[in-house]
T-cell receptor, first 115, second 117 residues
């Protein structure tokens, strides 16, 4: 149990276009999901907290208008990278909070390459 | 704000030997959780072990155990009988025990562990 999926696993897009990444909790409901960004051989950097039915909370320094987060249901959060640029190329990981709160279940990640 | 520090960027160990990864953290909280996560080359984050701050007993999970020193704010991971499959990047992480930040993880810089045959 407690599986989180991400789609797509790898996406290549052209500079200036937008790309949407989905994060789904497959067998449990998650009122809270988190989005992280990770560069090669570096740590995970929290971008935002996604709460079902309310606006996302962004970490300091993260552009809200560039990284749009929507948590429309208890099993789905989406991250849309708008007007993507090569510097947005990175590995994006989501996690979903389990019923006890302290469990975080991670998706397999999405590799974004902007050309 | 909480900080987590892993001072060993890379470590290596021979198969079947024991290795210890270090982690220190800084917080003014009294209620919190500490975690070790493993990220193999697939990049899937895998929970290795969890420690509740209110528990004095060190957590263990098979070959993995921690040395939790609350006063010193130290949380090291010991891997016994290392296996080739343990090769991965290991992250120490902190989570507040409640409040609006509940569920939010603060990660250390990571330690790349290589197990040699």
């Amino acid at each position: 149990g407690a599986v989180v999926s991400q789609h797509p696993s790898w996406v290549i897009c052209k500079s200036g276009t937008s790309v949407k990444i989905e994060c789904r909790s497959l067998d449990f409901q998650a009122t809270t999901m988190f989005w992280y960004r990770q560069f090669p051989k570096q740590s995970l950097m929290l971008m935002a907290t996604s709460n079902e039915g309310s606006k996302a909370t962004y970490e300091q320094g993260v552009e809200k208008d560039k990284f749009l987060i929507n948590h429309a249901s208890l099993t789905l959060s989406t991250l849309t990278v708008t007007s993507a640029h090569p510097e947005d190329s990175s590995f994006y990981i989501c996690s979903a909070t389990g019923p006890y709160g302290y469990e975080q279940y991670f998706g397999p990640g999405t590799r974004l390459t902007v050309t | 704000a909480q900080t987590v520090t892993q001072s060993q960027p890379e470590m290596s160990v021979q198969e079947a030997e024991t290795v210890t990864l270090s982690c220190t953290y800084d917080t003014s909280e009294n209620n919190y959780y500490l975690f070790w996560y493993k990220q193999p080359p697939s990049r899937q984050m895998i929970l290795v072990i969890r420690q509740e701050a209110y528990k004095q007993q060190n957590a263990t999970e098979n070959r993995f155990s921690v040395n939790f020193q609350k006063a010193a704010k130290s949380f090291s991971l010991k891997i016994s009988d290392s296996q080739l499959g343990d090769t991965a990047m290991y992250f120490c992480a902190f989570m507040r025990g409640g409040g609006t930040s509940y569920g939010k993880l603060t990660f250390g810089q990571g330690t790349i562990l290589t197990v040699h045959p």
